[in-house]
């Protein structure tokens, strides 16, 4: 007995190991792009592109993110709330849960494409802001769906129970009493969906974005400069060596893992929160 | 114990989020102060009496990516010459700056080569006159270390040879020519999808269906392929006309066995007597007309100022001169 | 469902309807986007399926030069650089989430797991950049390579882009094993080890498996950061094993060469066969995922 429980503990180290090379390559990338902060200056955030700066890139970025959340955010909750609330377990139901998660599965090019030949062409939309907010929209939508879900599943039976007793319709109990309650979960899905897209190049390489260009979009259908787009092109098309794209890469990387750690940071906090789950 | 440790660490979290929130919020309010700054700024002064509408118009370029450095670097310049204009530039290749222009929805293309027929009679099918204006030349020279060739002892080859070299089929230098060392060839090559890399496989590589050797050293850019031909004995790598120095032999190159071997200068560059050189032109429906933006925009990157950057970006510029703008 | 209509007064009933058509339509659309991307991708890969017939699947030869198309060795570039990125990833992956299920203290357990999910959230482009300036240089030294862009460098920043979904997929079916099997185990006298290997894993095996498709799903997509390191070469390598030449796969061909491709060529409807293609190996793959999980939870409730 006492042999095998110190094998045990060795064997327990040993499987630690994978855990400890997981945090190391997250560790180490970070370290990677921080030592690269010195290489940018502040004033690189808020110059014009015209003047070697990023900041229409940076815009354009959130105009994206912003664009693609308020499409996707309204389409993804409502959804959600039919099939947890509405929605009779059936084939139908099934075929759309099957069709979430191959949503979900996509490859983001393959949506780039799509949105190239939907929203660009058929669509004539062409390259604009429109097209990419779309696009996106369709990428982030499984997330806000799963995750709006999950907030409305988490909303106590009793709650909505007591608004019906008092009388309240259906859609009355969703509005006053559900959604309410699963709000944080709901913004919580959509900052994780920001975060998946932000830094997005496949899905807008052929959708909405353009090298240079003066000033921001001045309506959605103008094409729009995006950080990630303009980190791919100069690396892939261009050729420009590394140290000059260093602080795209470094910002990127910021915007996209602020958005995530408040998405995942929020999501442990409410998931805690609601102590009837345990 | 555990709930308590939970209780800490969630607390936690929240302050960070409401930090990082705190942050974003932070950087966003001071992004809308620039932004309203920035409109401010765009106040320019009017010139004389001048026909000023191009003075507010926009233009869209799209095409060939090897052009795409020349036309990003001119836009901006030009853009910050004239605040009221805006030139939006695109990626794509060749052949969507041709199909682009044909179709109308873009006002000038890129393009690294001519049209092909197809093109050609696209354009007359649907009524479009296409205008080549040539604005930068590219030349790609072949160089080695000094310890192959120098000006006493010259090497000069064919396009194939230079081909066989890049492919690996001559692995010893001496197989090249006789009297060369009996050393291992080192081949530098810029990395796929360089528009330096295009040219030169277009004119040593593609005609025989050769691909570079998977010996060969990958450089991403001109300055890096110089760096290492100039300090790698026994080296060959090509590169951007304006980037050859002392430290390096240039080699003569000739279209094909008993055609006379040329130095690239740019004289022969510019009378396309070295077999590795092309235009590169904006593509445009008819000619523009005079004074439009469009036209303007060509006239700078001609000029002397849009010549600075062709060469500053590895380009060769044209060997005549147009007026400045 | 139990709840599914209550007693609501009629005139409050009457507003229900619009906005319950509204959210189904939007519970479809996802149907509906699936569809089209389907229908879309099809349509404008029509011409090069025609052109080629058999020969875009088996064709060998990749040449926008010659305009021929044969997809095979993107294929086989794909499924190369995939197959080794997965023999790395699965085992780290499924230790790490029983690592962290099973062995972590539960205080520590959701700060490990929110920081495999940000390695998740990293954007492709900024593995490929990393992989470029650092990883590749790395491959050709410790090799002896002229260049570093090779199919091992690409399967090792694929594998690292794994990792997190296996981890979060399997975790989550390791975590839902019943407490009650795992202290009945414990109770027979058998160590946590012997428990975790005979009654979590055989529990868990089909999330599991589950999460090592997802894995390939996610692999087998992801573009800029294998475009960026894989060399590009549309050749199958010789010896076809050898994972230290340059391969081309299918997302890498479509985003490097649709700016390139002029609408209606055939070069344009060639790289939309490459979406059909790589749309139905994703669809296959992720439906068998599905099932998989699916199953996984029948069988445990028939336990």
Known sequence: MMRSRSWEKVFFTILGAPAAICLTVFFWITSVLLTGIGTIRLNLLTTSALQGGLFEMIVGTAYLLLGAAGVAGPVGVFAAIHLTEYARHGRLIRVIDQAINNLAGMPSILIGLFGYAFFCRQLGLGISLASGWLTLALMMLPIVIRGTEEAIKMVPYNFKEAALALGASKWETVKSVTVPSAAPGIITSILLGMARVAGETAAILFTSCVLVTRGLPKSPFEPVMALAFNLFVKIVALGESPDKVFGIALILFLLVISFASVGIALRIYYRRKQPWLR | ?325 | MSHNKCASPNFLKSFDKPVEKLMFLCALSSIVFLFLMLLFITREGMQALFTFGADFIIGPVWETNSNLYGALPLIYGSLMVVAVALAVAVPIGVATAMFVEEVLPFSIRDLVKSLIELLASIPSIIYGFIGVLFLAPQIASLFGLSSGTVALTASLVLAIMTIPTIVSVSGETIAAVPKEYKEAALALGATKWQTLKNVVVPTAKSGILASVMLGFGRAIGETVAVLMVAGNVAVIPTPPWNILSPVYTLTAAIAMQMGEAAVGTLEYSALFGLGLILFIITLVVNSLADIIAKKGIKGEKGL
Request: aromatic fraction near 10%.
């Open chain 2, 1 to 325: 114990m555990v709930r308590k440790a939970n209780k800490g660490l969630s607390k936690l979290v929240a302050i960070a989020g409401m930090v990082s929130l705190l942050i974003i919020g932070l950087v966003v309010g001071y992004y809308i102060n620039a932004i309203t700054q920035q409109k401010s700024n765009t106040n320019y002064p009017q010139e004389f009496g001048e026909d000023i509408a191009w003075r507010t118009s926009s233009i869209t370029l799209s095409g060939s990516t090897t052009v795409l450095p020349i036309a990003n670097a001119c836009a901006v310049a030009f853009m910050n010459k004239h605040p009221g204009i805006t030139i939006t530039v695109q990626g794509g290749g060749s052949g969507v700056g041709y199909s682009n222009v044909i179709d109308g929805v873009v006002d000038l293309g890129m393009a690294s080569r001519e049209p092909k027929t197809s093109e050609i009679d696209g354009a007359k099918s649907k009524g479009v006159d296409l205008w080549l204006h040539p604005i930068a030349l590219d030349a790609v020279c072949v160089v080695v270390h000094p310890s192959v060739a120098n000006s006493s002892y010259p090497l000069s080859l064919t396009l194939q040879e230079v081909g066989k070299i890049f492919a690996g089929i001559y692995k010893y230098w001496d197989e090249v020519k006789p009297g060369l060392p009996h050393k291992e060839i080192v081949v530098v090559v810029r990395e796929p999808g360089s528009g330096t890399r295009g040219t030169f496989e277009e004119y040593t590589m593609h005609p025989w269906k050769y691909n570079v050797t998977a010996r060969a050293s990958v450089q991403p850019s001109n300055p890096a392929v110089k760096n290492k031909v100039e300090t790698t004995p026994y080296s060959i790598g090509y590169i951007g006309f304006s980037f050859i120095s002392e430290k390096m032999h240039v080699v003569a190159l000739a279209k094909e066995a008993g055609k006379p071997h040329v130095y690239p200068t740019v004289n022969s560059i510019a009378k396309g007597e070295y077999p590795i050189s092309r235009y590169m032109y904006l593509v445009t429906n008819g000619q523009p007309k005079s004074g439009s933006l469009a036209d303007r925009f060509i006239d700078f990157v001609r000029s002397k100022e849009g010549q600075q950057i062709v060469e500053a970006n590895g380009f060769l510029k044209l060997p005549y001169v147009y007026p400045t703008s």
